[in-house]
Antibody, heavy 120, light 107 residues
Framework: EVQLVESGGGLIQPGGSLRLSCAAS????????LSWVRQAPGKGLEWVSV???????YYADSVRGRFTISKDNSKNTLYLQMNTLRAEDTAVYYC??????????????WGQGTLVTVSS | DIQMTQSPSTLSASVGDRVTITCRAS??????LAWYQQKAGKAPKLLIY???TLESGVPSRFSGSGSGTEFTLTISSLQPDDFATYYC?????????FGQGTKVEIK
């Protein structure tokens, strides 16, 4: 079965760091584009970052310089290292696959989400 | 950065109604637009990609159209399972952006 499973969320103080993980199964992270998308409580979806199959990365302005996306092809896992966290980073964080083989260029597989709460 | 603006923000409709949601991009995105449906507490679900291609398994009452900067999602006959929030999303090499969402409510 093709799926993504996030982990690593929790309660963290402002200024702290947290690393999210997203384990893939049924496909390989090495040959796919993968993104992180977040959703603050009661708000809409916000794209955070993407990593291409070759390792190129891009970020939203709101997180550039604080967050780092990476992947471990041997573990088939995607990561998001979040530093200098702020209250406005509080959200459910989803990992999502962008389907390229079929030429979809959209998020066709999503994880269940992991909640990050930044609060003192 | 490319901005995406959806309208309306909220839509009240009845079962069987034809529903149309509009999404405008701040600059041309060709046909690199997708539509998603999200229900409370769940991850979004892909409905349409490349502006008008129906994702596998999605009912044919959903359709998408448009190119450049103006796009629409149409539900031809609203069903009880369709009451949800809908998002458009653009794709380009350097970023992706979602619209602010349209909540479809029961009238």
């Amino acid at each position: 079965e093709v799926q993504l499973v996030e982990s690593g969320g929790g309660l963290i103080q402002p200024g702290g760091s947290l690393r999210l993980s997203c384990a893939a199964s049924g496909f390989t992270v090495s040959s796919n584009y993968l993104s992180w998308v977040r959703q603050a409580p009661g708000k809409g979806l916000e794209w955070v970052s993407v990593i291409y199959s070759g390792g190129t990365t891009y970020y939203a302005d709101s997180v550039r310089g604080r967050f780092t996306i990476s992947k471990d092809n041997s573990k088939n896992t995607l990561y998001l290292q979040m530093n200098t966290l702020r209250a406005e980073d509080t959200a459910v964080y989803y990992c999502a696959r962008e389907e390229m083989v079929r030429g979809v260029y959209a998020f066709d597989i999503w994880g269940q989400g992991t909640l990050v709460t930044v609060s003192s | 950065d490319i901005q995406m603006t959806q309208s309306p923000s909220t839509l009240s409709a009845s079962v069987g109604d034809r529903v149309t949601i509009t999404c405008r991009a701040s600059q041309s995105i060709s046909s690199w637009l997708a539509w998603y449906q999200q229900k409370a507490g769940k991850a979004p679900k892909l409905l349409i990609y490349k502006a008008s291609t129906l994702e596998s398994g999605v009912p044919s009452r959903f359709s998408g159209s448009g190119s450049g900067t103006e796009f629409t999602l149409t539900i031809s006959s609203l069903q009880p399972d369709d009451f949800a929030t809908y998002y458009c999303q653009q794709y380009n090499t350097y970023s992706r952006t979602f619209g602010q969402g349209t909540k479809v409510e029961i009238k």
